[in-house]
């Protein structure tokens, strides 16, 4: 376990099966400064990112040397910078962000698959993999009209002026034979394939 600024994290490696030789490795990571916000601790502002991420690895050994892996990875983020609800004008320089509408931001990956590796010799292999990934961001901002009425803030409208969604998703498989010629020289062959949406 660890704690820092920028994530509190566990992670955990061990043995599956001892006597097969399996074994795991996963570890997960949280946003320290959403847990001071939960917290009540004051951070300096409002807009606090919130993320967290993980990853894990299985691997399996198989007969004549031959080896299987689970693995995968992804993590998300999100951030609502929100000033409509400002109840007095600040005169607040702000780090991130525009001060003329709330921003909500949020963006996310993950990537996961199968590799399957089995020796030939000792001077070649054959390695193969399918795998699937995606990523994705996604923001919306709205303007706000508002006036000031004694001092503080009258709200009039939060009119939406922009929002998006890109995304990717893909997916792979391959395989190929590693033949080391001599010292100086190796050849790999093989094939890849990749659909993008």
């Known amino acids: 376990a660890q704690f820092g600024f920028l994530g509190t994290d566990i992670m955990a490696?061990?043995?599956?099966?001892?006597?097969?030789?399996?074994?795991?490795?996963a570890m997960f990571r949280y946003s320290?400064?959403?847990?001071?916000?939960?917290?009540?601790?004051?951070?300096?502002?409002?807009?606090?990112?919130?993320?967290?991420?993980?990853?894990?690895?299985?691997?399996?050994?198989?007969a004549n040397n031959g080896n299987l892996s689970v693995w995968g990875i992804g993590g998300n983020s999100t951030i609502d910078i929100i000033l409509s609800a400002d109840e007095v004008p600040d005169?607040?320089?702000?780090?991130?962000?525009?001060?003329?509408?709330?921003?909500?931001?949020?963006?996310h990956m993950f990537t996961g698959g199968l590799t399957y590796t089995q020796p030939l010799s000792t001077e070649a292999f054959i390695k193969a993999g399918i795998a699937a990934s995606q990523s994705q961001v996604v923001a919306h901002h709205d303007y706000i009209s508002r006036r000031t009425?004694?001092?503080?803030?009258?709200?009039d409208?939060?009119?939406?002026?922009?929002?998006?969604?890109?995304?990717?998703?893909?997916?792979?498989?391959?395989?190929?034979?590693?033949?080391?010629?001599?010292?100086?020289?190796?050849?790999?062959?093989?094939?890849?394939?990749?659909?993008f949406q």
Not at 34 to 56: R, W
Not at 165 to 184: A, C, D, G, H, I
Request: aromatic letters at 16%; glycine letters at 8%.
């Open 32 to 62: 320290t400064l959403d847990l001071f916000n939960f917290l009540g601790i004051q951070i300096g502002t409002d807009a606090v990112p919130k993320y967290y991420d993980g990853a894990f690895k299985l691997n399996f050994p198989l």
């Open 91 to 107: 005169t607040t320089t702000f780090l991130f962000g525009d001060n003329d509408r709330d921003q909500y931001f949020t963006s």
């Open 157 to 195: 409208s939060l009119p939406p002026i922009l929002d998006y969604t890109f995304r990717e998703t893909k997916y792979s498989s391959y395989v190929f034979l590693n033949q080391k010629l001599n010292r100086q020289l190796t050849l790999k062959t093989g094939l890849q394939l990749d659909l």
């Open 149 to 155: 009425v004694n001092g503080k803030f009258v709200l």
């Open 13 to 25: 490696e061990g043995p599956l099966n001892s006597k097969k030789g399996s074994s795991y490795l």
